[in-house]
């Protein structure tokens, strides 16, 4: 019996991709709306419903769109989310800097305000590098394994005969893989294992060192005028 042809004219829709999941980075930045919540009112750049009610009105459509294979629109508003909450959180930090030598905020609240802003800081950025990195997850989906890219992940060093061999032969960086290069770059303030090649990854990384390090040095500041 004759296998089924694609009518003439009618275009041939590429195979869907499954790809890796695309929920924690959702919840990473619905994590950083959150966190928003712990810093006092005088500190923020707006209310704490507004930065959790855009970031659900911009992932929760991207996900939607995502299954649909709308890739543009996905990348649109996930790139909207992860900027608007980059923002914010460099706007709270300025308002923590200005407002430091006016002592008007408790140690507990400082201390709550830049515990926040570390945190965030760590998986904003960890979102950044997910989305760019070799394309962002819509492009990795479409490869079989991640050889390229810019960071250098330990697996991608392995030639492909011990990649096979442990089993990594198909092996692609994930939400998790990111979030660990950024909890380095925010306390070790180095990529540690994971070495930068592009030169965009490492403007980024400059900008995620600095903003920790400020707000560990406020805390230090602070701590030392307390005492």
Same mark, same amino acid.
């Given at each position: ?26 919840? *990473? ?5 959150? $966190?928003?919540? !712990?810093?006092? +009112?005088?500190? #923020?750049?707006? =209310?704490?419903? &507004? ?36 923002? *914010? ?5 300025? $308002?923590?800097? !200005?407002?430091? +030598?006016?002592? #008007?905020?408790? =140690?507990?609240? &400082? ?52 990649? #096979? ?25 180095s990529p540690t294992d ?5 030169r965009w990854a490492k ?25």
């Open positions: 019996m004759p296998s089924p042809t694609v009518p003439q004219g009618e275009p041939r829709q590429p195979p869907l991709v499954q790809g890796e999941p695309r929920w924690p980075a959702m919840v *990473a930045l619905l994590a950083v709306s959150g $966190l928003f919540s !712990a810093i006092p +009112p005088a500190l #923020k750049v707006g =209310p704490d419903w &507004l930065f959790l009610l855009l970031v659900a009105a911009l992932t929760m459509p991207g996900a939607f769109f995502h299954k649909l294979r709308h890739r543009p629109v996905t990348r649109v508003l996930g790139y909207t989310a992860v900027s608007i909450m980059t923002l *914010a959180m460099i706007g709270s930090l300025s $308002l923590l800097v !200005a407002r430091l +030598p006016l002592h #008007k905020e408790s =140690p507990a609240e &400082l201390l709550r305000a830049a515990t926040a802003l570390w945190i965030g800081n760590v998986l904003v950025f960890a979102s950044w590098y997910w989305r760019l990195d070799a394309g962002g997850p819509h492009q990795r989906d479409l490869r079989e394994s991640h050889t390229d890219g810019a960071f250098l992940f330990p697996q991608m060093t392995l030639t492909p005969e011990i990649r #096979k061999e442990m089993g990594e032969d198909d092996w692609k960086p994930g939400f998790v893989d990111y979030l660990f290069l950024a909890f380095n770059a925010s306390t070790a303030f994971v070495p930068v090649l592009s403007g980024l990384m400059m900008i995620q060192s600095i903003i920790s390090l400020a707000t560990i040095a406020l805390l230090a500041a602070r701590a030392v005028n307390i005492l």
